[in-house]
């Protein structure tokens, strides 16, 4: 994959990132938001970089592409099948938010990734007090369908479940 954005580079994940996924995922908000993306060593995080690639020729698991401004990785996007449905994915280190970055990115991912898998239709779930990840759905096109208590990450919240029909998006 390689798409261009007027500021980024949306690409294939590669081993030689694994460094900076792993800088990434020690970010504070992705402890608080995605604790279950953050790796313990570089090692873990060049594992988990190659089990993911393993998905990009069958197109049957998480897809996870990284998010580059210039050469650096700064954040990524993904599609996850869960069950008969897929839902999208994507996160921008600390250093790099408040620019636009997400919604840029994820503006652009969401045409191919649908187009790509012959999907319908996207869902996008987070919890309630992540404003930033609310904002960046909204603006993509998403819709709210959902406020209230439901699992996220093994822990009981109040969470927003959004959906992106390819006949009602924005994009």
Not at 39 to 57: G, N, W
Not at 62 to 80: F, H, R
Not at 100 to 109: D, P
Not at 111 to 116: A, V
Request: glycine share 6%; with cysteine.
């Amino acid at each position: 994959m390689n798409i261009k954005t007027e500021r980024l580079r949306i690409v294939d994940l590669d081993i030689s990132m694994a460094n900076d996924i792993y800088l990434l995922s020690k970010d504070d908000d992705m402890k608080k938001y995605l604790s279950d993306e953050v790796f313990d060593s570089e090692d873990e995080a060049r594992e988990a970089i190659m089990s993911l690639i393993a998905y990009y020729e069958n197109n049957d698991g998480p897809l996870v592409y990284p998010i580059l401004l210039q050469d650096i990785v700064i954040g990524y996007v993904e599609a996850v099948p869960l069950h008969d449905q897929w839902e999208v994915g994507y996160h921008i280190g600390n250093k790099y938010t408040n620019n636009g970055y997400a919604s840029e990115a994820l503006s652009h991912f969401i045409p191919f990734i649908m187009k790509h898998m012959n999907i319908k239709e996207l869902t996008g779930v987070c919890i309630k007090e992540n404003v930033a990840s609310i904002r960046v759905l909204e603006k993509c096109g998403f819709v709210k369908y959902y406020e209230g208590n439901a699992k996220y990450l093994h822990k009981e919240t109040i969470v927003c479940k959004y959906i992106y029909k390819k006949e009602l998006g924005k994009i």
